[in-house]
């Protein structure tokens, strides 16, 4: 069973930085991407970044300000956040699985979400 638990979120003020962290456990396909996604109260979850075969993908809204990363030797992927800004606010969530693009599939491995708020 594959377990992913998300660390780093907090408060910081805009133009900020904050690095979340995703500890994953139990056998991951090869074949599988692993991403951050977001969602924000009141609106859909939406895809941040995306890594796989060493290939990294963003969306429009962070290109230049996150960069994601995996730490194969300790099973862990990361967020770096950078130049944060208000609506960068959301409950963020570690996941694996087969994605299109920034999009999930149906049998994807969820974290429990980390909050991230960001102050004007």
């Known amino acids: 069973q594959v377990q992913l638990v998300e660390s780093g979120g907090g408060s910081v003020q805009a133009g900020g930085s904050l690095r979340l962290s995703c500890a994953y456990f139990g056998y991951i396909s090869n074949f599988y991407s692993m991403g951050w996604f977001r969602q924000a109260p009141g609106k859909e979850r939406e895809g941040v970044a995306g890594i796989a075969y060493g290939s990294t993908s963003y969306a429009d809204s962070v290109k230049g300000r996150f960069t994601i990363s995996q730490d194969n030797a300790k099973n862990t992927l990361y967020l770096q956040m950078n130049s944060l800004k208000p609506e960068d606010t959301a409950m963020y969530y570690c996941?694996?699985?087969?994605?299109?693009?920034?999009?999930?599939?149906?049998?994807?491995?969820w974290g429990q979400g980390t909050q991230v708020t960001v102050s004007s």
């Open positions: 996941a694996s699985g087969r994605f299109r693009g920034l999009v999930a599939g149906l049998n994807t491995y």
